[in-house]
């Protein structure tokens, strides 16, 4: 089994400013990579796929990048409605994995 | 506009069954493969059980293999979950998920809590 490690845990930025979300793979998963957020109550919502394209209607200040084990999700000028949960998942082996999530919150 | 309605949660027994129901619509459902997806409160994503379009072909995360049974009715739009020997910690919420052009999914039901405990 592919385990995804997220990094870190919790991040606290401030609106407007940048943040950057980190996945590792425990082996290679070429770039075989999805993003979602998730904000309370909701289901999660796809935002990268492919570890850098983004998904329909997706706000271009959102992007991915990476591959092989090493992969970022970089949220450029947050906005209020961005401070959420994010997971990534592969899709290049079973069975499928997520990441523990990487807890977005407002500083 | 692509609608998964899950259905069929509840309050069970541990070692008791629930089968749980996706209704789909908005899409061409016989088209697509199709997931369940779960989440433990408080906890992160989890991956159950995944089921090509035709439903030849399953997969089953280990923690449910052998008590958990996906299927689908193509006629009717519906994904279909049959949990058997629940446990306490089967306890989570489960979406359905709409697999898109690869193993990733683009559309998420509300999801369905299911509780396990005596």
């Known amino acids: 089994e592919i385990v995804m490690t997220q990094s870190p845990a919790t991040l606290s930025v401030s609106p407007g400013e940048r943040a950057t979300l980190s996945c590792r793979a425990s082996?290679?998963?070429?770039?075989?990579l999805a993003w979602y957020q998730q904000k309370p109550g909701q289901a999660p919502r796809l935002l990268i796929y492919g570890a850098s394209t983004r998904a329909t209607g997706i706000p271009a200040r959102f992007s991915g990048s990476g591959s092989g084990t090493e992969f970022t999700l970089t949220i450029s000028s947050l906005q209020s409605e961005d401070f959420a949960v994010y997971y990534c998942?592969?899709?290049?082996?079973?069975?499928?994995?997520f990441g523990q999530g990487t807890k977005l919150e407002i500083k | 506009e692509v609608q998964l309605l899950e259905s069929g949660g509840g309050l069970v027994q541990p070692g008791e069954s629930l089968r749980l129901s996706c209704a789909a619509s908005g899409f061409t459902f016989s088209t697509y493969a199709m997931s369940w997806v779960r989440q433990a409160p408080g906890k992160g994503l989890e991956w159950v059980s995944a089921l090509s379009n035709s439903g030849t072909d399953t997969y089953y995360a280990d923690s449910v293999k052998g008590r958990f049974t996906i299927s689908r009715d193509n006629s009717k739009n519906t994904l279909y979950l049959q949990m058997n020997s629940l446990r306490a910690d089967d306890t989570a919420v489960y979406y359905c998920?709409?697999?898109?052009?690869?193993?990733?999914?683009?559309?998420w039901g509300q999801g369905t809590l299911v509780t396990v405990s005596s």
């Open positions: 082996q290679s998963i070429s770039s075989i």
């Open positions: 998942q592969q899709y290049n082996n079973w069975p499928l994995t």
């Open positions: 998920a709409k697999r898109s052009s690869a193993w990733y999914f683009d559309y």
